[in-house]
């Protein structure tokens, strides 16, 4: 079965860059799409952007000027960066994968979310 | 951006009852990027439903999905005690994804 787990700094300065790997266990990132989703009490849960295994991205525009997602298929990780952090970056990340079918898409397998403070 | 209305914000009902939560769409969504998601205090979110209406994997037929257009239901037709929880729709038909506010189902 597979596993996704965040793992990063809890606590990130102001104009400093958020780094945060998603480590996939139990099966392989290949094939799949992986993305990154925030969720904090002021703006609820807000989707980040998603990297396919190939490394095409597409990312939410209201942050695509500060996010990069990028992939590392030998290591079965995923990363996220956001620069110029400010408070309102301050939220639970959460890493998942997405997975495409005929009928739909979905995501499908969370990770269990990482505290990140922005002060 | 698609905005997703959720409504009631809060739903408090007895176990064994049946729950209906209403997701509307800002503008027209297609049924196949509607999914419908469950959480509980400390927890991530959970899938339930994709395509509006396909129930995902090991989730009880108890939970059903359905709607299209801009009006999305989701019904849950008999409340076991580990359904109160906060559910949420979303959205993948427009740019950039959305989710709406949740409905959190409490214990009346």
């Known amino acids: ?119 | 951006e698609i905005v997703l209305t959720q409504s009631p914000g809060t739903l408090s009902l007895s176990p064994g009852e049946r729950a209906a939560l209403s997701c509307r769409a800002s503008q027209s969504v297609s049924s196949s990027y509607l999914a419908w998601y469950q959480q509980k205090p400390g927890q991530a979110p959970r899938l339930l439903i994709y395509g509006a209406s396909t129930r995902a994997t090991d989730i009880p037929d108890r939970f059903s999905g359905s709607g299209s257009g801009t009006d999305f239901t989701l019904t849950i037709s008999g409340l076991e005690p580990e359904d109160f929880a906060v559910y949420y729709c979303q959205q993948y038909g427009g740019s950039p994804w959305t989710f709406g506010q949740g409905t959190k189902v409490e214990v009346k």
């Open chain 1, 1 to 119: 079965q597979v596993q996704l787990q965040e793992s990063g700094p809890g606590l990130v300065k102001p104009s400093e860059t958020l780094s945060l790997t998603c480590t996939v266990s139990g099966g392989s990132i290949s094939n799949y799409y992986w993305t990154w989703i925030r969720q904090s009490p002021g703006k609820g849960l807000e989707w980040i952007g998603y990297i396919y295994y190939s490394g095409n991205t597409n990312y939410n525009p209201s942050l695509k000027s500060r996010v990069t997602i990028s992939v590392d298929t030998s290591k079965n990780q995923f990363s996220l960066k956001l620069n110029s952090v400010t408070a309102a970056d301050t939220a639970v990340y959460y890493c998942a994968r997405l997975v495409v079918t005929a009928i739909g898409r979905a995501f499908d397998v969370w990770g269990h979310g990482t505290m990140v403070t922005v002060s």
